[in-house]
């Protein structure tokens, strides 16, 4: 069974930073593309950032170009997401998905596996 656990959330103030990590367990990853997705108090849910099953390419949301940067980490089932110059209007609960396809493009993430959810606040 596929288990995705979050970490790295928190309150920051506007302009600060943070990483959130995603470990994921229950088979190897290394062959699908992985990504995040976030949903802000009374807004759909939204994509953030993926990172293909190459882990060669990255894909961002244009609301969040230049200030996120997703990596993946094979040897370690993970994925990153570092966020800096951060915005109130990033605040939301991010989650960590993975395509349930393996060596399929980043568009069949949200048909796949999700996690839990961080909690992110950023204060103005």
């Known amino acids: 069974q596929v288990q995705l656990v979050e970490s790295g959330g928190g309150l920051v103030q506007a302009g600060g930073s943070l990483r959130l990590s995603c470990a994921a367990s229950?088979?190897?990853?290394?062959?699908?593309?992985m990504g995040w997705y976030r949903q802000a108090p009374g807004k759909d849910r939204e994509f953030v950032a993926a990172?293909?099953?190459?882990?060669?390419?990255?894909y961002y949301a244009d609301s969040v170009k230049g200030r996120f940067t997703i990596s993946g980490e094979n040897a370690k089932n993970s994925v990153y997401l570092q966020m800096n110059n951060l915005r109130p209007e990033d605040t939301a609960v991010y989650y960590c998905?993975?395509?349930?396809?393996?060596?399929?493009?980043?568009?069949?993430?949200?048909?796949?596996?999700w996690g839990q959810g961080t909690q992110v606040t950023v204060s103005s």
């Open positions: 229950g088979r190897t990853f290394s062959d699908y593309a």
């Open positions: 990172v293909g099953w190459t882990r060669s390419s990255t």
């Open positions: 998905v993975i395509s349930n396809r393996r060596v399929a493009p980043v568009s069949t993430l949200a048909s796949g596996n």
